[in-house]
């Protein structure tokens, strides 16, 4: 029996457990958590609380009850930085308890996307359980958008380096090898994760049929990157220390868009070291993306888009030592400060949060351990 956490944070009823509920989910052990914040209705506690499901049991987290549990049960005060409010980081918490429960897979879900049959856990399970040949890129990071038809030519997935748009991508195929994938982004139908700026140009764009030539999912060589965000991505158990990393305010402006892009970035990169492989593609969700300003959107995006050039150029190339995964994680976390000198004092400060904010994300997973 494999146990499946499925976790979500929420400011709406959550009337979409419904479309999971068709989903046969075998003999396998499967939870759903919802992590409520500050503007989740109370509505939703009573939801939760009044219906059952056939095919998993629901936890719903009040922030009242999260702030209990992490005191009284984790023993810990400080973490601000990694579970904060009125944020979409507050799944952060989900991933914890899905760990703590001894998940073997944890699948991260916004509250717009649905699977589009009753055989998704079945897919997920198999997303992750097929090894076919893994593919090389000549410019070492993919565009997981070009595996979808697209409304229109210009469709490059959120987070995916600016610098490498419209540059020829030769990929070829080679032999995976023995290795276990332990993350996996789940691309979708209708409207595709991209950025602001994508969505702003073209505000009807829409996608359709993940065309992989006949393969499940693209599992991409050692030393190859691709985005990745948390609204539908698979991750095993051995790789707990991913989470949404810190984003706070710089230079007066919002920063809340690259957690996933970078915590996948962190994650791809001690994935290849240590041994493990990484994909993007099926179960394909039907992303019926719930309404955003785009004006608003980019607003949150700008701060990260500065930065992110230098991130993926730091993280590739970084000559990693470490031996296990949580080590690696605050490998990578430690050398940013340094990293990033060369800018502003508060672009310093900025990347010491998210080190330390890393330290107490392992400092959690020992506690829950």
């Known amino acids: ?20 509920d068709k989903c046969d989910a075998g003999n396998n052990d499967v939870v759903f958590i919802i992590v409520g914040d500050n503007k989740t209705p109370n509505a939703v506690e009573r939801f939760c609380n009044r219906q059952s499901f056939d095919n998993f049991r629901v936890e719903y987290w009040t922030p009242e009850l999260q702030k209990h549990y992490i005191k009284e049960y984790w023993k810990v005060n400080n973490v601000g930085s990694v ?26 879900l916004d509250d717009d996307n649905y699977p589009l049959n009753s055989s998704w856990l079945s897919e997920v399970l198999e997303s992750m359980n097929s090894i076919p040949c893994s593919v090389d890129s000549n410019l070492k990071v993919f565009n997981p958008c070009s595996y979808l038809y697209s409304s229109e030519d210009f469709c490059y997935s959120r987070g995916f380096p600016q610098s490498l748009w419209f540059r020829n991508d030769y990929c070829t195929t080679v032999k995976s090898g023995d290795r276990k994938i332990v993350m996996n982004q789940m691309l979708w139908e209708n409207k595709p994760d991209v950025d602001a700026v994508t969505n702003l140009i073209f505000p009807d764009l829409k996608t359709r049929k993940i065309n992989l030539d006949g393969n499940y999912n693209v599992i991409v060589n050692k030393d190859n990157y691709f985005p990745v965000d948390t609204q539908s991505i698979i ?56 309404s955003h300003n785009f004006q608003k959107d980019l607003q949150m995006e700008f701060v990260g ?65």
């Open 1 to 20: 029996m494999t146990k499946i956490s499925l976790v979500t944070t929420t400011i709406n009823v959550p009337s979409f457990l419904y479309d999971f």
């Open 235 to 290: 991750i095993s158990k051995e790789l707990s220390v991913f989470h949404a990393l810190y984003q706070q305010p710089l230079f007066n402006l919002p920063s809340h868009r690259y957690d996933d892009i970078w915590a996948g970035l962190f994650s791809q990169k001690l994935i290849h070291q240590m041994g493990d492989a990484c994909s993007f593609g099926g179960p394909v969700m039907s992303h019926n993306r719930n």
């Open 305 to 369: 888009m500065t930065l992110n050039e230098k991130m993926w150029s730091h993280v590739m190339n970084l000559d990693l030592q470490s031996k296990d995964y949580k080590s690696g994680l605050l490998e990578i976390a430690d050398s940013l400060p340094e990293a990033f000198k060369e800018y502003d004092y508060k672009v310093v400060n900025f990347m010491e949060k998210i080190q330390d904010s890393c330290h107490i994300w392992v400092n959690l997973l020992e506690k829950i351990s």
């Open 83 to 108: 579970i904060p409010e009125n944020d979409i980081r507050r799944r952060n918490f989900g991933f914890l308890r899905a760990w703590e429960l001894d998940s073997d897979y944890v699948v991260s």
